[in-house]
């Protein structure tokens, strides 16, 4: 079975950072990968599919990128809404999660 | 609007057997594959599997084949989660997910694979003695 690795498992920043987040596949199956972002309490909601596409409503400061096994979740300016776990999956399979905190 | 609404938390005893729901609106409920996902307190996310309603084809994530039973009931719009013999390490949240149309691809068995793009608000499950 595939295996998905998100790096870091927390993160701490301030309001205005460059967050960069992680994830890597134990083989390349596809090219294909989406983010979501989960706040406590909530459910996790969609952010990015097909390793680039926004999701619709989503802000334009979440992007994504990658191919084969590598992938990254950029957040060019964090907001103070942004501070929650984020989570990769591909072939139905999750990453263990990114935590994002405040520094 | 698009959602997926679950039924409500529920407290069992090991052993015990149990059925939660997912009803779906806003959309062609037998058009999409609604999933099931995993969450034990303080973790992560687990995909447990799969159905897709319009004729109940299911796949299950090997770490919960036989463990639990996922059906559908495409005449009220519901999907189901159920245990046969609850143990104490079932107890977490368990959210449904509609597998949306986001440009996926089909794997190695030919099922389709795309995002999960709207979720069930969750429902707990504690099991404890």
Known sequence: DIQMTQSPSTLSASVGDRVTITCRASQSISSWLAWYQQKPGKAPKLLIYKASSLESGVPSRFSGSGSGTEFTLTISSLQPDDFATYYCQQHRTFGGGTKVEIK | ?129
């Open chain 2, 1 to 129: 609007e698009v959602q997926l609404v679950q039924s409500g938390a529920e407290v069992k005893k090991p052993g015990e057997s149990l059925k939660i729901s997912c009803k779906g609106s806003g959309y062609s409920f037998t058009s999409y594959w609604i999933g099931w996902v995993r969450q034990m307190p303080g973790k992560g996310l687990e995909w447990m599997g799969i159905i897709y309603p319009g004729d109940s084809d299911t796949r299950y994530s090997p770490s919960f084949q036989g463990q639990v039973t996922i059906s559908a009931d495409k005449s009220i719009s519901t999907a189901y989660l159920q245990w046969s013999s609850l143990k104490a390490s079932d107890t977490a949240m368990y959210y449904c997910v509609r597998q949306g149309t986001r440009g996926g691809y089909y794997d190695s068995s030919g099922y389709y694979i795309d995002a999960f793009d709207i979720w069930g608000q969750g429902t707990m499950v504690t099991v404890s003695s």
